[in-house]
DNA sequence: ACCCGAATGTAATATAGTAACGAATAGGCG
DNA sequence: CGCCTATTCGTTACTATATTACATTCGGGT
């Protein structure tokens, strides 16, 4: 029973995140060069810290990191990195948790909905598309024009519901 | 051509606001009562001043005017007051702006979507049921359960778009 | 009166984010 | 090459947001 892998799945299982990661990292050079960005070695080490994993991290941790591998250790630091890499679209702040998390899917137009599990902490990218549709003819019905939407979950993931989640999830496991 | 009084335009659009915000402050007095929690004299201010408008404050702004007015004026005097009213629906937080809004419909279902105009900084509840169905959908897909929902819009209203908005939104009015 | 738990107040501290400014650096050009 | 300018990087200092810890007060039951 193959559910869509459209990605979600692919975050929070185990998988070769190496490669994963390895790979955004490689799209993300590609995407900065084709606009004539730079990618220096602050901002490049950033997103490698970012993609070590799939959690969103704090600005203040990744600047812990950056100071300990000899970059700057004050707070512009690491919010300068960061919001160079939000504004070309290879990483994202989620407004719940104040917190980043590397885009794993650059290239395609990014304002996805946020999947946040709450046992493992990984976040996973959803197409937004049906949600901010949804969102958007409900605004109208009262005359307000959406132009920028934030929607994120919060909840269990899969692979996390089916370890020692609730056993609804896993029915079929028990 | 009346569209849908959801409460959305009766949030932007002028209306007798001493009247919307007294019947708020009555239905939570109400609300509380039934619930056998205590509407104090600081709780009760708190939430007087977030019905004195409809933009969301911060809890510093709430707690400079509950200061002014003989309350604490230590940051957990708002907080404290903020934090009960979210608990009990009669206000909310908004992850965007780190801030907090009276709830204007208490005793609805209460995880609305959030309409916050960047014109007039208005905040009005949309119904978020069709949203977080289509939200709750997408997870699905990736066999993500959502539990707790952030929705929030930023954009334009009717009103501040009929006054000096782009003319898009009303090209009649020209 | 006495006790207890909830609510309120304080100080102190933690966490998140920005402003302002100078030093280093990459490219463009004589 | 040497020079100029815009960008990037680093620092100091500061503002904003939020929580922990603890003392005091207040309401209600005995
Ligand atoms: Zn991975
Ligand atoms: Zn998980
Ligand atoms: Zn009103
Ligand atoms: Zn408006």
Redesign the interface.
Known sequence: MP???????A??APHDHQECAHRALDEAAERLAGQGARLTPVRRRTLEILLESHRAMGAYEVLDRLAAEGFGRQPPVAYRALEFLVSHGLAHRL??LNAFAACLHPGHDHHP?F?I??SCDKV?E???G??R???T???A???????????????????C?AQDGDPA?AEDGA
């Open positions: 559910q869509t892998d459209d990605g979600i799945a975050t929070f407004q719940r909905a999947l599990c709450r996973a959803a197409p937004a049906p949600v549709d949804a969102l003819q409900v605004a019905q009262g005359g307000f024009r959406v132009e920028r939407a934030t929607i994120e979950a919060l909840g269990l993931c899969a692979t519901a999830s």
